[in-house]
């Protein structure tokens, strides 16, 4: 949820190129792996306008999401092999 804090135990972190970044770690109480998604847009000088940060919400929201999609195939897949 947004705002939590992320536990501090061991885990792998991954900053793709446009930022976005991937957190990985296994769960401390439960047989899975969690996974942790960031994904910003910084202004180039100044603050966004409150316009402009609902259309950048969206667009990051809809990058999380295609990533996560995008996870869980891949994780299906190498289940299947």
Known sequence: MEGDEIPKEKMSIFELEDRTRI?????????????????????????????????????????????WNWLQEDARARLEL
């Open 23 to 67: 957190a990985v770690r296994a769960s401390g109480t439960e047989p899975k792996i969690k996974y942790y998604l960031f994904g910003q847009e910084r202004p180039a000088d100044g603050k966004f306008t409150t316009a402009q940060l609902e259309t950048i919400k969206a667009k990051v929201g809809k990058r999380l999401e295609e990533l």
